[in-house]
Structures are given as structure tokens and as C-alpha cells.
């Protein structure tokens, strides 16, 4: 495995060109971290107001990942990397793929604070902000692994997801009491399951960048493998 | 805009190597169509050893995202490949991600397929059978777009997803009444629902592996923007 330095290459350019995409990257997932918490507040309050500002904002995150994608192409085309320079632009490429899906989950999740028949819903909505507020945290905390690039935190991260997942059918299991109980609260719970369904996906985004710096550090493709290889891998 | 030919190479290894990697995700997107069929043939019939089969063989799938993925990043390091190469293997390197996707949701389908509770959703199971394979119809033309390479065609089949679109909200409207006037079948419904949703998204998959497609052909990258604005860049 050779030492991955990101101060050995001879051209300082080239140097500037990955520490300013690593930037980006690491930008971009802040804007989404942010869209996140403020989907959760504007689902919690029903801020209608909010939840539309975070609607608008989606084309910035879009944007971002289009122009951080050309500017990866852009440096394969015209530096030639391998090695860990080339895995860098690969984990980012496929980092920002997700951190745009996460920005769209933001989108759901404020959608669902603007239905009004979600108005009657708020004690599924708790339940909700609290899963919320643990997927920020694995975001966060994601974010942080990718800015350090550090393969054991990503390791331990992904494999936490698991708690999120029971968080997750606990409350679909809540929610098909509720509607069970009160046949003319569907359509609102409905509402609150999909943006559950939102909450809980930004968790499995998290664990797909996990794998991303996983690969970036240790140059092997953990997707699909077990904890078992996995660790195997971040022991060599 | 430079003129693509797959033919130009000077080395003949590595058109060997463009067409082997072409030849192996359409091999990836072939598997993935029989399991998205046969998912759908063991939800409309119940069929449980068939629906263990297509999840059993989904570990087939992910084998070939793996090892596509890492022939990408080989070929990039190892030939340096510029423009309309470089393009491709781009568009090959997303489009696998989108096919392994679309064996997940095909799991999914047969996940529903196993649940007993689904036993006494028959009409429902009939309204989904017919917009999956609608999604079936759609995954295939998008295949034989790839194959030629044809961004007129990608260009019709991404506007296309929105009848798609259409068929999953007149199918949510109608789990919903259904689960209104009898509140016993909400658990059942609710797995016929996942299921629908799994449909659904293989249409937006196929929309995303139509935007790779016109981005090899046409340089341009088209996601996020107005079908105004492909029209344009589908011009040029």
C-alpha cells in the first residue's frame, strides 16, 4: 500500500487542484448538513416558510455537485493521476453523487412540512425529528471522517447505520398503529412515513461515503463485503 | 464537438479493453432486466421459490458492479484516457451504480413477493404488475439506447418516466383507499406499497442512465437542467 501523501507530487499546481476539490466536497456536504437540520426544524414546527427556502436551495447543492463532477473530469483529462491521487477523484466523484441525494431526502422531508394534512400528526412528527436529529449526527460525523479521511471512524460509522434501520421500523410499525387506530389519518401519515423513508436513507448515503473513504485510504473496494472482510481490509 | 469512433485508437488493446467494458455492462444490464421480470412474475403469482431465487441472485449484480467499477479505474490509470474515452468510461462507471440500484429495488419487489400478508392484496398486486412492466419496457429501451449509444432515444425515454410518475401516484391514491375502508389490510398493503415505490424508482434510474448516455455523446452534462435545455444541447 504506498503512503498516501498529498504533499509528495512534484507539481504544486496539480497539489493546489486536489486540496481546493477537497474543499468543495467538504463545502458542499455543509450545505447539505444544513438543508437537513432545517427540513427537520421546518417538519417539527410545520414552517412552511422554511421548508420553501429549503426547496429553492436544492439547485445550489445540484450545482455543486455538477461543477465539483466536471472539475474531477477535468483533472484525470489533463493530470493523469494513479494511484491514491486517482482514488481521491473517484471516492469524491461518488461522494458528492450521494451528498446530492441526501440534499433531495431535504427536499422530501420539507415537502412533507408543507402538507397541511400533516398539521395532526404531531406525535409522529416527534418521533421523527428525534431519528432526524441521529441521521445529522451520522452526517456530521460522516463529513468530519471525509475532511480527515479517517477509515476507522468511517468503519465504526457504518456499521452504526444498523441502529438508525431499528429507529426506522420502530416508527413504521408506530405509524401503521396510528393509521390502524384512526382510518382517516392515512393520508397525513403517509406524509410521515415518506419523510421517515427520506430520513432514513440519508443514513444508508452515509455508510456509501463511509465506503468511500474506505477505498480512498485503503484502496479496496469494501461495497457488498461483510464487517467480517471489512475489517480484515482496514487491518492491512 | 470531436467525432466518436470507437475505431480511432492507434492501440488496438485499448479498444479492445472499451469494447470489452461495454460489452460487460450491457451483460450487467441484461442480468439486471431478467431479475426485474422475474421479480414481477413472482409478485403477480406469489411465487415464493422464485423470489428467493432473484434475491439469492442479486449477490451477482453487485459482483459485476465491483468488478466493472475497478476495470474503470484501471483503464483510466493505465491508458489516460482523454475526451470521448474518458467519457465513456465516466458514463460506464455511473450507469453500473444506477444497474445495481435497480437489482436492489429488484429484491425489494421480491422482499414483497415473500410476505404472506400480501396473500390477500390480488387486485392490487395486478395494478403494480402493469406498471412494472411499463418500468421493464422502459430498463429495456434505455439498455438498447446504451448499446448504440443514441442520445435522441435516451432524450425520449427520460421524458417518457413521467407517465411513469403518473401510473405510482394513481397507485398510492388507490393503496390508500384501500387501506381506508379496511384498516386490517394496512400491513399488507403497506408491503405492496414498498413494492411500488421499488417500480417507481427504476424509472428514475433509467432517467439517470439516459442523462450518461447524452453526456458520452453529446459532452454535455444534462442533469438538473429543463428538457428546454437538453433539447438545445441535443442539437448542437
Known amino acids: 500500500m504506498e503512503n498516501i501523501s498529498l504533499n509528495k507530487h512534484i507539481s504544486g499546481q496539480f497539489n493546489a487542484e486536489l486540496g481546493d476539490i477537497r474543499n468543495r466536497v467538504l463545502a458542499m456536504g455543509g450545505l447539505v448538513e444544513r438543508q437537513l437540520e432545517q427540513s427537520l426544524d421546518a417538519l417539527a414546527t410545520l414552517d412552511a416558510e422554511l421548508a420553501s427556502k429549503i426547496i429553492e436551495g436544492d439547485h445550489k447543492v445540484n450545482g455543486m455537485e455538477v461543477s465539483i463532477d466536471e472539475e474531477c473530469t477535468r483533472i484525470i483529462a489533463k493530470r493523469q493521476p494513479a494511484a491514491s491521487d486517482l482514488r481521491l477523484i473517484i471516492a469524491i466523484s461518488k461522494t458528492i453523487a450521494d451528498l446530492e441525494r441526501i440534499g433531495d431526502a431535504t427536499v422530501r422531508i420539507a415537502k412533507a412540512a408543507l402538507e397541511k394534512r400533516t398539521n395532526n400528526q404531531q406525535p409522529l412528527l416527534v418521533s421523527i425529528e428525534s431519528m432526524g436529529r441521529h441521521a445529522t449526527h451520522t452526517l456530521h460525523q460522516t463529513l468530519d471522517a471525509l475532511a480527515r479521511m479517517d477509515a476507522d471512524a468511517a468503519f465504526e460509522l457504518h456499521k452504526s447505520d444498523a441502529k438508525l434501520d431499528a429507529e426506522y421500523e420502530g416508527i413504521i410499525r408506530q405509524l401503521m398503529t396510528y393509521m390502524m387506530e384512526d382510518p382517516r389519518s392515512i393520508p397525513g401519515v403517509?406524509?410521515?412515513?415518506?419523510?421517515?423513508?427520506?430520513?432514513?436513507?440519508?443514513?444508508?448515503?452515509?455508510?456509501?461515503?463511509?465506503?468511500?473513504?474506505?477505498?480512498?485510504?485503503?484502496?479496496?473496494?469494501?461495497?457488498?463485503?461483510?464487517?467480517?472482510?471489512?475489517?480484515?481490509?482496514?487491518?492491512?
Not at 479496496?220 to 475489517?231: A, G, Q
Open 190 to 236: 403517509l406524509d410521515v412515513l415518506w419523510a421517515a423513508r427520506a430520513v432514513e436513507r440519508v443514513g444508508d448515503r452515509c455508510k456509501n461515503i463511509c465506503e468511500y473513504i474506505i477505498y480512498y485510504v485503503k484502496g479496496k473496494d469494501v461495497r457488498h463485503t461483510s464487517y467480517e472482510d471489512m475489517e480484515k481490509d482496514l487491518q492491512e
